[in-house]
């Protein structure tokens, strides 16, 4: 844990995965010996959470599932788990699975399994495909369904995820609407603008975020968060993720 700028907030690296059903059947070797350096580690998860199912598979969740899956998350000393709940659509709006009497009775079943766990479903999406930032009546909406889901999920907090393609990317021609992937100059500080918002509507919610890798080496496909965009988004939030890889690269 860090203090920056009289924001105490923790700073968690993810590798995003795909991660879901098949997580059920793992198991650590060795797990007895393996020693716990006092880290909380985070993971992203599919949606198999709260929707009951695996989308790709059908496959269903089932509570023996579910157990298992606490057990694995103690295992690799796992504190906070991203369920998917997301992306929000066109509107503003998340699905409706991340508020259905599945998705509520599984966060019930993971906090008694797992007491410890902190549980703040992902939600977010890419500019210009099923986010627009720069739409003050998405952003209204946008804000009123996350609140939304706290409430009915009776979880910490949320995870954000808002991503912007890079022009010049090929993903950037087959993810987003026609147009490119909007203002770049203006997209830092939209961000940061949401995040203000959802802080002032929600002042005791766990806020995580995540912010693409800031290494001036590295050369991603997304938009980075420069230093003095990401001076003012730690203000509202209270823990970082940063992105360093993700499930559609090749």
Same mark, same amino acid.
């Given at each position: 844990m860090i203090r920056i700028f009289n924001n105490t907030f923790s700073i968690v690296s993810i590798i995003y995965l795909i991660f879901g059903f098949t997580l059920l059947t793992l198991t650590s070797? $060795?797990?007895?010996?393996k020693i716990k350096i &006092?880290?909380?580690n985070a993971i992203w998860t599919q949606s198999i /959470?709260? +929707? &009951?199912?695996q989308p790709s598979t059908l496959n269903k969740l089932t509570e023996e599932g579910i157990l298992n899956y606490t057990i694995t998350l103690k295992q690799n $000393?796992? +504190?906070y788990a991203y369920l998917f709940a997301g992306p929000f659509n066109k509107n503003g709006y998340l699905p409706d699975y991340a508020f259905s009497d599945t998705a509520v009775n599984t966060v019930k079943l993971l906090k008694k399994f797992y007491p410890d766990l902190i549980i703040l479903p992902w939600v977010g999406g890419i500019q210009n495909k099923t986010v627009y930032l720069n739409d003050s009546n998405w952003v209204k909406y946008a804000l009123l369904d996350s609140k939304k889901l706290i409430e009915t999920l009776s979880v910490s907090g949320l995870h954000f995820d808002f991503e912007f393609i890079l022009k010049g990317d090929p993903l950037l021609e087959r993810t987003v609407s026609e147009g490119g992937s909007g203002d770049c100059d203006s997209y830092g500080n939209n961000v940061n603008? /949401?995040?203000r918002k959802f802080r002032k509507l929600m002042p005791d919610a766990f806020v995580s975020s995540v912010v693409f890798a800031t290494s001036p080496g590295t050369k991603p496909w997304k938009r980075k968060t420069s230093l003095e965009e990401l001076k003012v988004l730690i203000q509202y939030v209270d823990q970082l993720s940063f992105l360093y890889y993700d499930t559609q690269l090749y």
């Open positions: 070797c $060795n797990t007895d010996k &006092g880290q909380k /959470f709260l +929707r &009951g199912f $000393n796992i +504190r603008e /949401f995040h």
